[in-house]
């Protein structure tokens, strides 16, 4: 079995610090390595003051060294337009394309849809805007909170981190 890796998207400013430290935990229960990653390597400051250092930028991921994408939430996602900026959709459809797990949390969610990888794909969501971007990129739109369709895992309530560490171990048969 290879190593298990995967790299987590921040905004540069306002992703959710609960998600991102959740992940670092119960990522690091499972051995599943991860690399974080973000515009630029700068500091990045979490909507409630923590701060990360990107072990890299967005552009220098290699989804064949990779086993997954998780795209964080947080109000980064919508502040600076993240699911518009055309070089992330690129890697995360790369990622989808070179058959990695591409993961959405909450409003990340909105990335992997502009991404262009949902057609036909089952998609956990319950907010409106979400639903609607789902559908305008030919995703489907549940009311499950954890859907794995495709190779597309997501989350729509960022409060349960817990069971999608679970699925995604399971999915890259890590457990």
Known sequence: MEEAKVAIIISPRNFRDETVS??????????????????????????????????????????????????????????????????LLDVVKLFHDNKRMVVGIGNGIKIVARSNVLRDTKVASTEKETENLVTLYHGVPTKGHLVLDKGVLTLSDPGKIDELVVRLSEALGTV
Do not use: W
Not at 27 to 40: P, T
Not at 42 to 70: Q, W
């Open 22 to 87: 959740m992940l670092d935990l119960l990522l690091a229960k499972k051995d599943i390595k991860k690399v974080v990653a973000s515009v630029n390597q700068k500091d990045c400051k979490g909507y409630h003051g923590a701060v990360v250092k990107p072990d890299a930028t967005f552009n220098e991921l290699d989804p064949v060294r990779m086993s997954a994408i998780i795209l964080a939430d947080g109000p980064g996602i919508d502040s600076f337009r993240m699911y518009d900026y055309r070089p």
